[in-house]
């Protein structure tokens, strides 16, 4: 009887550094976003305590890229309205990354 030569195959995932975890909160997909995508910008929101220096070195560590320059904007919360309850939307901080000339990050490109 022939025996059954199993082999397991584990995934290695790549690990994001601490920074990039405490800074880095998502990606912002929205046609605005997709827009600056030619002129080899990203948008990434980012926590609300979080520096422009924080943002670069968060990016090169997490992406691999190499990061030319980074601008922060604040956007405020809104006061809406569900059905009858008032609500507010939380606050909302952003970066802007500029990548060297030629880099791509692939999360933008895969056309989520």
């Given amino acids: 009887m022939a025996t059954k030569k199993t082999t397991t195959e584990t995934k290695v ?12 909160v998502r990606p912002r997909i929205t046609e605005k976003a997709y827009a600056v995508n ?16 924080e943002v670069k ?15 922060m904007v ?19 901080k952003k970066a802007l990354v500029r990548l060297k000339k030629g880099e791509t990050i692939q999360l933008f490109q895969a056309g989520i």
């Fill in 74 to 92: 604040r956007l405020p919360g809104k006061k809406k309205n569900y059905g009858r309850t008032a609500g507010k939307r939380s606050a909302v």
């Fill in 38 to 53: 030619a002129l080899d910008q990203y948008v990434f929101q980012v926590t609300a305590t979080a520096t422009k220096t």
């Fill in 13 to 24: 995932e790549k690990q994001l550094s601490p920074l990039a975890t405490r800074v880095l």
């Fill in 57 to 71: 070195r968060a990016v090169e560590e997490a992406y691999g890229v190499s990061v030319v320059a980074v601008n």
